[in-house]
Every structure is written in structure tokens, then in C-alpha cells.
């Protein structure tokens, strides 16, 4: 027999499920904003590898060229047009996140306490701090696709209708990195439903959020590049190295290396490193073309193109088992004496750029990262678990069947975390960690927001 509708909700709620003080929301807040401090105390002025080093005198220079999408370079000159210093990147991308971590804490059932702690878990975890505290597209990617995530789940527990802030971030995300629309589709479709009630208005408003992010990308790349380059080649040719090197027999097309390159000489020099495409390009004596400074001919891409067609489609056992020794290294595994690349400690010089700023706390810094060294070396930090959590979160929805309208953003963020992780099996150069940021940061969150959401709040309580 059910209960009346006014004793279901005057009822003493568990303490699981009661309905949240301001007291609580202050915990979350005050403990988001500590974490922001911290987190920018130890890692300022964060990590800049070459990648970063280029795209920050990109941003400076107003040159801009297409080797990655322009747009986080185009948003640093914006900042730096602002009179903000080099840092003021790393400041927005762990502003960014906080603020999102928060609202995702924020519609978990619990005491106000039990979710900062959960927020703490989640923004501090030493994997976290030292994937975000790389001024990179990863980084940046995974901080705007935490706030889009954040504002979705509080647009659903509130039922605010469409959360238009959250789509604009999901608009950018997807022409942050080239494989990022794969992490934005999954977010997409949750906020489409936002935009009505049958798919008559779903399937549009989907269509319309993926086609605004493709547009976005175009218009900003015709209007500021100024150089262009296809950097494919620089995946293909390390798949056709490895093809090569398992087989013995060279694969790589003539016009792309030297006089006297053989599948041994990839081997003795290690051209061919299992953990990255860099060394391709530097290490052989015959030396490796990628097309980059001096460009192939049209029919030279499309002799290329065939050649790694073939490769995938002939030596289809090889370069599967190529490309799984990519994601293992990616994922953190030691394969054969080879590991990849977990992080990065370095603030790279490129042309005239600045010095780089001082850290505020270097010793604070300094232990943090041998910290983090220290648990990698034990086998206890990497980034394995990140798909394990998306799993998990997909495998007790299907078991709950009804979910609650957070626990969907749960599910849309942990199938995001997947769909991008499986995207690396093909595109990945190297084997570097950094690419699954976004997938690091989402994975716990994604867990808790299926299995702890609150229920969707209604009038007359407080939320």
C-alpha cells in the first residue's frame, strides 16, 4: 500500500537521502575553492613540454598553425591579450575542473562532509594533479568537459531545462582536439533531451549541438591558420614502421626515407620506439620524412594512404597487436623492458618565448611529483583504472534498468570516457598518459553520479 504524497515527503528522511542544508552546500563550496589553491599553489606555474612551449608562441605570435586545432592556443592570446601571464591557462583549466567536480558532488546523496571528502578524492588524486597541471589540449579538454558534466548533472537534478552554458562548452570541447567530438557526443545527446521531451526535438537539437561544434572548428581554422599541414602521415608511418619490424620487411613507401633504410636498421637505431612516433623522424641514418617542413605530393599521400591500408588489411594480426602494446603502454603496463609516457616535468624553451615562470611552492612541487613517482614505480598509479570506473558505472545502470535523471549524466559521462579512450586504439602516436586525462579525471565521478545521485528535487524542497 502506498503512502499518502504528503507523508512521502514530510517524512524523516535517512540520512542517505535527506534533502541538503545550505550547511552542505557550503561544505562543497568552501571545499572546491580550497582545493582551486591548493592545487594552483603546488603546480604553478604548471608543466610545458614542446607541444606547449609551441602552442604558448603561437598564442603570443598571432601564428597560427593547423599541427593541432587552433583554438586553446586562441583562447591563451585572449587571456594573454588581458595582461594575464602564461599561467593564466593552467588557472582557468583547475578553475574549471574544481568548479565542475563541485557541482557533480554537489547532487550525490550524503552529508555535506561525505562529498567534500568525495570532492577531495576526486580533484587532489595525484594522478589528477599531475595530468592537469600540463598546459596542454588534454588538460584543457578534460577541465571543460568536467564543467559541461557539472553543469548537466545540476541541471538535472533542479530540471532547469536546457542547460545553454553546458551546450556552448560542449560546442567548444569539440574543437579543442581532433578526436575530441567522440568524448562531446555522448554529453551531446544528454543535452538534447533537454531540449524536449520526444526525439521529433532530441534528434535535431543532437544534430544541431555536433554540427555547431563541427562549424565551430571550420570557421575558426579558416579564419586564423595561416600555415597548413596534414599530420596523419606522422601516425601512418609509425604504423608501418612497426608492420616493418614485426615482419622484417620494409613497408614504408620510397619516396619517405632515405637510400639504404631496411626494416633492420628501424630496429638496431630504434627508430622504431614502441612508446613514441618522435623518434622516427630523429634517430635513423637513412632518415624519415613525415611531410611536415617539406610536404608529399597529392599522389605521394595517396601512395601512402594505400600503403597503410594494406598494412591494416594484410598484417592485420600485427598491427592489432601493435596498436594494443600502444594502449597497455598508454594505460600505464610495462611491456618487454618498455613503458610509456606517464607524465611530464618540463618547461620547455621555444624560440623567443619568455622565461617561464618561478613556482610558488618548488619543494611543495618537488614532492609531489616524487610522490607520484613513488606510487608509479609500485605499480599503484596509472591510468587502468580510468576505463575500469566507466565500465563499472555502464555495468550498474544496466543492472539498475531505471536510473535517476543524474544517474544519465553518469552514464553519458562514463560512455564519453570510453568512446575517447577506444579512440586512441587507431589515432594515438605514442604512448603517452596524458591523452587520457579526460578520462582520469571522469572515471570516479561517472561511478558515483549512477550510483549516489539524488533524487531529482522537487518544489518545496531545498536543494
Known sequence: MHAPAHEATTASPSLADRTPSRGDGAWVAATALIGLIASLIVLYPGQYPFDSAYQFWQARTGTYLN?????????????????????ALLVLNLAM??????????????????????????????????????????AHLAAVLVLATGLLA???????????????LLVYAAAIRHNAFLAVVPLAMLAASHAGVSWRTRVPAFAALIGAGFAFSATVDRLV???????WPTVALWDLAAVSVATND?????????PGMTADELRETRAFDPASNTHLFTRSRSGIGAGLSKPFRDDQYAELAAAWRDVVLDHTGDWFMHRQRTMLLMLGYRIQGHAGIAWFEERAAYRDNPPWPDAIAPTAQARLYAFAQTL??????????????????????????????????????????????ASFFVLAPGAEMRYLTWPIV????????????????????TA
Do not use: N
Not at 154 to 168: E, N
Open 225 to 231: 591558420v595561416e600555415e597548413r599541414v596534414t599530420t
Open 67 to 87: 599541427l593541432s586545432p587552433v583554438t586553446m592556443p586562441l583562447l591563451w592570446s585572449l587571456l594573454l591579450g588581458l595582461g594575464a601571464g602564461p599561467a
Open 376 to 421: 608509479r614505480a609500485h605499480r599503484l598509479l596509472d591510468a587502468r583504472l580510468a576505463p575500469l570506473l566507466a565500465l563499472a558505472a555502464l555495468g550498474v545502470a544496466v543492472m539498475q534498468r531505471r536510473f535517476s535523471p543524474v544517474a544519465r549524466v553518469g552514464i553519458a559521462a562514463a560512455a564519453s570516457s570510453l568512446l575517447y579512450t
Open 250 to 258: 620494409l613497408k614504408l613507401p620510397s619516396f619517405t626515407h632515405g
Open 97 to 138: 575542473m574544481w568548479s565542475g567536480l563541485a557541482l557533480c558532488a554537489y547532487v550525490l546523496r550524503g552529508p555535506g562532509w561525505a562529498r567534500a571528502a568525495f570532492l577531495v578524492a576526486c580533484g587532489a588524486a595525484p594522478l589528477v594533479l599531475v595530468q592537469m597541471a600540463h598546459v596542454l589540449t588534454d
Open 442 to 461: 571522469i572515471g570516479l565521478v561517472a561511478l558515483a553520479l549512477v550510483i549516489v545521485a539524488r533524487p531529482r528535487a522537487t518544489p518545496g524542497r
Open 154 to 168: 545540476r541541471a538535472a537534478h533542479r530540471d532547469t531545462g536546457v542547460p545553454w552554458l553546458a551546450m556552448g
